[in-house]
């Protein structure tokens, strides 16, 4: 993973280095510690400037430096992995390898066809000389960072970077937006002075949209949020990159609809693990179960693996003898999401190596009552489950003095009670259960100090719940038990897991149901088309950016081509029932994955958002809609601190 940035100017405006301040570099280079280099070039006949800036996390391969160049002075950065869709050697660097395609390019058509083959995430910059072309973009579903910023003058300055810094003054910064990658001719730009973006779109092999309705769709939805005198054209041969999954399955069974008419109320709620017992029965759902976990396990396989161990191994075949020292963590609140990647990775993480499972608590106001009965849960097994665990938290806090139990929120209880699991599933793995406890005073000051420029563009009250709990979970800095010893621990895992995208593909939300409701399966359908769509700008791009803030990568298991296209090519009723009860129907079928992976009551545990099961939400304000603007990503002064 790295920070990549570039700034053009044009001659009488800025310098290079007038859009590039010393903030923005420091934020680069956290997420690329291990090397960092800039570059300018000047194109003296055309009086352009570029200043290319790459910091680099050092992950596979051999260390190689951004930005890159060739003979032809063309320039290269690139932030992404590819797992798969083009040949990377063991001891090769993905990087130099996309540069080595990308320099035998012949035509715009080689430049599409290349990005297309390619299967992980990536954003990346690209400087073609001879060309005097300036391409740039986001994978497909936008897993990487990417922004950028126009002047308000029409031969003002134009930037892109992976991470920009908060200003509530000059130019806005803005996500590029996943729906195609650009290009900008900066020979006609300078010449004219006046800045013109050319789009390829995303386009589906079997789609049964034309090419101008593809284009017409994005050029409405990407000019709405450009300035006026930034005008945004398709490319003259329309040409277009090929979707790297296939369209979503809507289909709708006659048995799918008599379902949906079914009363929700008149179902027994019963939730347990036995219940799912019931669904594998039937053979035609167990097959499709195991070619589900076969392919998110490939998708772990290539997460996990693709990762430098060791400086001096040579081969895959040889396993990592790291002595203790994780390399993967997990997100980990004890769900079934974050249950199944650790079940997961634990199949391919070499035995010796520990996995870190990261859970993020922040003080309660005031220690929780426990309530006597809740609204017609008969979620038995669950419950006894976490009393026994609410048990041993207990014994937890009677040995460290009790000082910790303002931290015992949903997440952290429901976590224990995952990693019980898994230490039964894996006896012999070092499962480092890492409770990362913050106080009010650590968040406040946190988020002025880094995390509001992260989340930045982005701007919403659930941006900042959100933010601020993925950043301090992935920081990965609180304590471990051993041997019944608590213990200050630091997380040294540079792969950190999330289970984001689950969600939107097995209909996981409360709003899901919801939809559900009023609409039936057809609502239920476009609704999860929608979702995916949209994750680009609303989760992914702020995700990289507070994960990689500590020179760490975000990796996304559910997010996986491959993954993507299996689920897209199933009918909803075979990914989830939401006539069923909390627990069980929302992501059924992730949920018999985790059965038949051998986990117990972490598999009907209902949904919660992090932001409520870190206790994150409300702990500021009681009054906040998730949609607000938050006033506390604003920068304030000292005195307001």
């Known amino acids: 993973?790295?920070?990549?940035?570039?700034?053009?100017?044009?001659?009488?405006?800025?310098?290079?280095?007038?859009?590039?301040?010393?903030?923005?570099?420091?934020?680069?280079?956290r997420r690329g510690p291990d090397s960092s280099q800039q570059l300018i070039k000047t194109a003296s006949d055309l009086s352009y400037e570029c200043l290319f800036s790459g910091h680099v996390l050092h992950l596979r391969g051999v260390l190689t430096p951004q930005p890159l160049e060739d003979a032809n002075n063309s320039i290269f950065l690139w932030n992404g992995e590819i797992f798969n869709g083009l040949s990377v050697g063991h001891i090769e660097n993905d990087t130099a390898v996309m540069f080595r395609h990308l320099e035998l390019c012949s035509n715009e058509a080689d430049i599409l066809s290349l990005l297309s083959s390619l299967r992980g995430p990536w954003s990346f910059i690209y400087y073609q000389a001879s060309k005097h072309s300036l391409w740039f973009g986001r994978d497909y579903f936008g897993r990487r960072s990417l922004l950028w910023q126009f002047s308000n003058k029409i031969d003002g300055a134009f930037c892109l970077t992976s991470v920009s810094v908060y200003s509530e003054s000059g130019n806005q910064y803005q996500e590029v937006p996943a729906s195609g990658i650009f290009k900008i001719d900066l020979k006609a730009w300078a010449t004219t002075k006046s800045l013109s973006l050319t789009v390829f779109p995303w386009k589906y092999s079997s789609s049964e949209k034309t090419v101008e309705e593809i284009f017409i769709n994005?050029?409405?939805?990407?000019?709405?949020?450009?300035?006026?005198?930034?005008?945004?054209?398709m490319n003259e041969s329309k040409l277009c990159l090929r979707?790297?999954?296939?369209?979503?399955?809507?289909?709708?069974?006659?048995a799918s609809d008599e379902c949906a008419s079914t009363n929700i109320s008149d179902i027994t709620p019963m939730v347990s693990v036995d219940t799912l017992q019931g669904f594998l029965a039937k053979e035609h759902r167990k097959k499709l179960v195991h070619q589900f976990i076969d392919v998110l396990n490939e998708a772990v396989k290539r997460r996990v693996l693709l990762l430098r161990r060791n400086e001096e191994l040579e081969t895959r075949e040889v396993q990592s003898l790291s002595h203790g020292k994780a390399h993967i963590a997990v997100l980990f609140s004890g769900g079934v999401d974050s249950m199944v990647l650790a079940a997961l990775a634990d199949r391919h993480v070499p035995v010796e190596e520990p996995i870190d499972l990261l859970n993020v608590a922040f003080m309660m106001k005031e220690q929780a009552k426990p309530k006597g009965t809740t609204k017609k849960r008969s979620n038995q097994e669950i419950r006894l489950d976490l009393?026994?665990?609410?048990?041993s938290c207990k014994e937890t806090d009677a040995k460290t003095g009790g000082h910790l139990s303002c931290f015992?929120?949903?997440?952290?209880?429901?976590?224990?009670?995952?990693?019980?699991?898994?230490?039964?599933?894996?006896?012999?793995?070092?499962?480092?259960?890492?409770?990362?406890?913050?106080?009010?005073?650590?968040?406040?000051?946190?988020?002025?100090?880094?995390?509001?420029?992260?989340?930045?563009?982005?701007?919403?009250?659930l941006d900042d719940s959100i933010g601020?709990?993925?950043?301090?979970?992935?920081?990965?800095?609180?304590?471990?038990?051993?041997?019944?010893?608590?213990?200050?621990?630091k997380s040294p895992a540079t792969v950190v897991l999330t289970g984001i995208g689950a969600d939107e593909q097995l209909a996981g939300y409360s709003r899901h149901r919801v939809c559900f409701k009023k609409y039936g399966l057809e609502g239920?359908?476009?609704?999860?088309e929608m979702e995916l769509g949209r994750i680009s700008s609303r989760n992914?791009?702020?995700?990289?950016?507070?994960?990689?803030?500590?020179?760490?990568?975000?990796?996304?298991?559910?997010?996986?081509?491959?993954?993507?296209?299996f689920l897209n090519s199933l009918p909803i009723s075979e990914k989830a029932d939401l006539t069923l009860p909390r627990g069980i129907g929302e992501k059924l079928i992730l949920r018999l994955v985790a059965k038949e992976l051998g986990l117990k009551a972490s598999a009907v545990l209902p949904k919660r958002a992090v932001q409520f099961g870190s206790r994150i939400a409300k702990l500021e304000s009681n009054s906040e809609k998730a949609s607000d603007t938050c006033s506390r990503l604003k920068l304030l002064s000292v005195d307001e601190l």
């Open 408 to 461: 015992d929120v949903p997440d952290r209880i429901t976590g224990r009670a995952g990693l019980k699991e898994l230490e039964a599933l894996n006896p012999s793995r070092i499962w480092n259960f890492v409770e990362i406890n913050v106080t009010l005073e650590e968040l406040k000051e946190m988020r002025q100090q880094r995390i509001n420029h992260l989340i930045y563009p982005l701007d919403t009250v």
């Open 540 to 565: 992914l791009g702020r995700d990289d950016r507070i994960i990689g803030d500590h020179g760490k990568e975000a990796r996304f298991p559910f997010l996986d081509e491959d993954v993507v296209s």
């Open 524 to 528: 239920l359908n476009n609704e999860l």
């Open 387 to 391: 009393h026994s665990c609410q048990e």
């Open 243 to 254: 979707a790297p999954v296939i369209p979503l399955n809507k289909t709708i069974s006659e």
């Open 218 to 233: 994005v050029l409405d939805q990407v000019s709405k949020d450009l300035p006026n005198h930034i005008p945004l054209v």
């Open 1 to 29: 993973m790295c920070g990549i940035c570039c700034v053009v100017t044009l001659p009488g405006q800025h310098t290079v280095h007038g859009s590039f301040n010393e903030d923005m570099h420091h934020c680069l280079r």
């Open 468 to 489: 601020c709990a993925i950043w301090f979970a992935s920081r990965g800095e609180g304590s471990v038990s051993k041997q019944g010893e608590i213990k200050p621990y």
